[in-house]
């Protein structure tokens, strides 16, 4: 059910990618401007993220919070998981930075730019708290918000073309969706009730036995 999706960001990369040196040169910003966008990057940099994720588990853990908990762990795990695509597929593509001092923009040149990874963990790690307090909506905006900021700082800083952005940016909120559904707890949310729990019934007084069916905690 996802396919229609990949389609539209697969082929959203690809034109992109076309048009991504031309593109590139419209937006020349200024030293003051790809300074500013570095530093306001670094909200979505790996020794930023992992931080956060200790301190929601921390916090938790200490506060008897199991949502605050799972979220974590689960973070933890879309940032471990976003690395290791970021990692395989920079190896694969090898592609020049946009300040590279030759053959800008060039895959199989032995550069490191597509896709971004600020935008792989930042996304990652949105998707998860996001889907995990998406019943108060305050969060997810937040969170897809600061993402946002962190995949257009790291244009605004000429650190990746808006393909290497929106090819990151999708693969990690796909990341941290996975990562959610497959392993949360579903009996913190708010939809435990929809969880069914089969139990063994005994009565050795009257020598009978079933199966009950139970929604709920």
């Known amino acids: 059910r996802d396919v229609k999706w990949w389609i539209l960001f697969g082929g959203a990369t690809a034109a992109l990618i076309a048009t991504d040196r031309p593109t590139s040169t419209l937006f020349e910003n200024s030293r003051g401007q790809v300074s500013w966008g570095n530093h306001l990057s670094n909200i979505g940099a790996g020794y930023t993220l ?12 200490l ?5 605050a908990r799972e979220t974590g ?29 030759n053959n800008k923009g060039e895959f199989l040149a032995g550069g490191s730019d597509f896709p971004s990874g600020h935008a792989i963990e930042s996304w990652a790690l949105a998707s998860v ?6 019943h108060t909506k305050w ?16 244009f605004t800083a000429q650190q990746h073309y808006a393909s290497d952005i929106v090819c990151g940016g999708a693969m990690g909120w796909f990341i941290g969706r996975f990562v959610y559904q ?5 009996a913190i949310h708010q939809h435990a009730w929809l969880t069914p729990r ?13 199966v009950s069916l139970s929604f709920g905690n």
Not at 63 to 67: E, F, I, L, S, V
Not at 79 to 90: A, P, R, S, Y
Not at 182 to 186: E, K, L
């Open 139 to 154: 969060v997810p905006v937040l969170a897809y918000g600061l993402a946002g900021v962190v995949s257009a700082a790291r």
């Open 198 to 210: 089969m139990m063994p019934q005994v009565d050795p007084g009257s020598r009978t036995y079933g």
């Open 73 to 101: 762990v689960l973070g933890g795990e879309a940032l471990l998981d976003g690395l290791i695509v970021m990692e395989v597929l920079k190896l694969a593509a090898r592609r020049n930075r946009p300040d590279a001092p």
């Open 50 to 61: 992992a931080p956060l994720v200790a301190g929601f588990y921390g916090y938790g853990a």
């Open 182 to 186: 497959t392993h949360m707890d579903h």
């Open 129 to 134: 708290i996001a889907h995990e307090y998406r």
């Open 63 to 67: 506060a008897g919070d199991p949502k």
